[in-house]
């Protein structure tokens, strides 16, 4: 009996819809960080990720660039500014740090720096396309890392990993903001699932060619 009760308390695990749970995940979040978005916008006061002021106006720094500004045709000038003393401040310091050129790919900073330029650039001035973009990232580095679970654990372990790491507070917090920590568990989870599928299809190779010395002898 005791056994029964405890089956049929992860019995419901094994009907988890991942695709339902993941639409689900991405509203939930997507409200969340529109509503983050626009507090934000009317206090200026960014409390969950401070620095984010920083990355949004070195992105817009890069999206101008992207544009034609810094040559002769188009040169930075003061209209470009914002009003807001901090953020020209920034603008100003991305403008002697980069001499009028984009940032370079050689560190994460500069990778995000362009991140946000190209989506500044594609969509305008909106931080929350930044945002979207991190929601976007977080959902899928779970995604990848669920169908690697599918493949080496139960599916009730692979479905709990799921519902957790879709709804668990930090990364969902976390995949609101402008932080550059989603693009780094993108890209870790990325290499996992890559690692995993080299793995796989030497896997696949290994048996084929096993079958066939198996056929000769």
Known sequence: MRTDISLNRFSW???L???KLIIIAFLL???VASAYDIFVSVTGKDIIAPDSKFYSIN????????EGYGGKNMPFTKDLLLGD??????FIDALKREKMQLPPLNSAVGVHFRLIGILYFIFGYS??????FNICLSILSVYLLYNVARRYFER????????????????????????????RVFLISLAIWTAYYIMNIINNIGEIWVKRLKLRF
């Open 85 to 90: 003393k901090s953020s020209d401040q920034i």
């Open 127 to 132: 931080t929350i396309c930044v945002r979207v």
């Open 13 to 15: 695990f094994h009907g």
């Open 156 to 183: 009730v372990t692979a479905n709990f990993f799921l519902l957790l790491a879709l709804f668990l507070p930090t990364l969902f917090v976390y995949s609101i903001t402008m932080s550059r920590d989603m693009f």
């Open 29 to 31: 979040r997507l409200i």
């Open 17 to 19: 819809d991942y695709k």
């Open 59 to 66: 992105g817009r720094y890069v999206s101008l660039v992207f």
